[in-house]
């Protein structure tokens, strides 16, 4: 009898240290979740960063993220518009999936996004600056603010919230930088007639002047993340916080945003967690904003990534793998952009060496903002009037307006996509293969191409029924 009842004391005594120890492991890993700081600018292209090459860009703490962290040198968007981008990073989902590919577009609802994700894990899961995303629904943010610029004031009084009740979260802080106009920022720091301009721009005082102002409210936007990361040391959140910062898509300078072009769908991507991530390192994987939810969700312990198109960089991250995927995809329409063509589809995919570009009504002009509207700024008329007599001109000018059926690019050689190969027999191999993945990628998404282009009003926001 008294064997067995010590018997009976040993297990209960082994339960309860069983117990004891899941609760204590429970605990930990609660307190030992990450929190995610991700900054969004607002048409930046990536080369016109100082870590991504830039040798006029004043960057500083950009530069340091990127030398403390890790940089992606082949990140990609799905989308070179800010709302069908924004709408993709949150639910982590292709475009037309969701039905938000056209500008200033809606998801469909019963679309999940971050916060659907992410709350149940555990996360407190906040939104500040530009918004450009809807239905509130799909997208049920805690905002910080209503402003087109993260409110630092706000996010102050969320990081001492958080440190206080000791929830992990997920804070996206979204500036307007450098979107036009280009007012922000001390553009005496550069002089235009001494800055480098991107080969395919027609060289005019008015273009310099232009890209001295951007390259200010570059430096403005610089200044947005030092200010994120002395709030993060402020309240003690630099140890066990991943943050990452991104370019989106390029500048309203003609082929980049608005375009499938790599100017227009490279992003620059910086991940920095020191004691997680190695300082100084480069990856040339082939990443996607689709991939920073599933990322999320996979270091917060979760599961539910699985059912989204992107793959987690969590093993990038830790060196477990050195790439994820082989391709990125893109897709853009101009109908919905202001002053923009009534309808001009483009799809676009990019694996280790090549871009390839699908045109879908090629005989249309394209056309924007930028060069079909009367009150366009100054720099594109002075491309215009300096078309009339160079050569080179007329051709930047003529080319950003018309384009053939497919384009197809060595990025390796050519990272400003000027020399289309499309029609060069020695690549017609390359080219089959690249189209037929971008087919199968349409097929999958949903997408019907031209008929998907002419359906595009449904799926703004303007337009959306009650």
């Not at 102050?156 to 996206?172: C, N, R, S, V």
């Not at 898509?249 to 004691?275: C, D, H």
């Not at 995809?329 to 694996?351: K, M, Q």
């Not at 017609?428 to 997408?447: N, Q, T």
Request: hydrophobic content about 35%.
């Amino acid at each position: 009898m008294r064997y067995k009842h010590l018997l009976y004391l040993l297990v209960a005594t082994s339960l309860a240290l069983s117990s004891f120890i899941v609760d204590q492991q429970f605990t930990a890993s609660k307190k030992a979740k990450p929190n995610f700081v991700f900054i969004l600018a607002d048409d930046c292209t990536v080369w016109d960063l100082g870590t991504y090459g830039s040798a006029d860009a004043i960057t500083p703490h950009i530069n340091q993220l990127a030398s403390e962290g890790m940089k992606f040198n082949r990140a990609y968007q799905a989308a070179p518009m800010c709302s069908p981008t924004r709408h993709n990073l949150y639910t982590g989902l292709y475009p037309v999936k969701t039905g938000a590919y056209p500008n200033h577009t809606f998801a469909r609802a019963g679309t999940q996004s971050i916060v659907h994700h992410l709350k149940p894990l555990g996360y407190r899961v906040a939104q500040s600056g530009k918004r450009h995303i809807s239905p509130e629904e799909v997208f049920p943010f805690e905002y910080l603010g209503n402003k087109n610029n993260p409110d630092f004031t706000l996010i102050d009084g969320f990081l001492k919230e958080a440190k206080t009740t000791d929830q992990p979260f997920a804070l996206m802080l979204c500036s307007n930088e450098p979107h036009t106009p280009w007012d922000k920022g001390d553009a005496s720091r550069f002089d235009p007639d001494r800055i480098t301009l991107p080969p395919h721009y027609v060289d005019t005082p008015e273009t310099r002047e232009a890209f001295a102002h951007y390259l200010a409210e570059i430096n403005y936007l610089d200044g947005q993340v030092g200010q994120t990361m002395e709030l993060l040391k402020k309240h003690g959140f630099d140890k066990n916080t991943l943050v990452i910062f991104a370019s989106e898509q390029g500048n309203s300078f003609p082929f980049a945003k608005w375009t499938l072009y790599e100017a227009g769908v490279r992003s620059g991507l910086i991940a920095w967690m020191p004691g997680t991530i190695k300082a100084g390192r480069e990856s040339e994987a082939i990443v996607e904003y689709t991939d920073i939810l599933p990322t999320f969700i996979d270091m917060a312990g979760g599961t539910s990534h699985k059912n989204l198109d992107g793959k987690s960089l969590w093993p990038i991250l830790k060196e477990i793998k050195d790439k994820v995927k082989d391709y990125s995809y893109s897709l853009n329409t101009t109908r919905g952009v202001n002053h923009g063509s009534d309808y001009y589809g483009s799809r676009a995919i990019v694996n280790e060496g090549y871009r390839y570009i699908l045109n879908l009504t090629p005989e249309v002009e394209f056309l924007n903002t930028v060069n079909n509207n009367p009150n366009a700024p100054q720099w594109y008329h002075s491309w215009e009037e300096k078309a009339q007599t160079d050569p080179r001109a007329q051709m930047l000018v003529q080319r950003y307006k018309n384009r053939p059926g497919e384009e197809l690019y060595n990025i390796k050689d050519d990272s400003w996509n000027q020399h289309n190969l499309a029609e060069d027999e020695a690549y017609s191999a390359i080219k089959a293969h690249l189209h037929r993945e971008l087919l199968r990628w349409m097929e999958e998404c949903g997408d019907k191409g031209q008929e998907t282009e002419l359906a595009a009003f449904e799926y703004q926001a303007r337009n959306r029924k009650k």
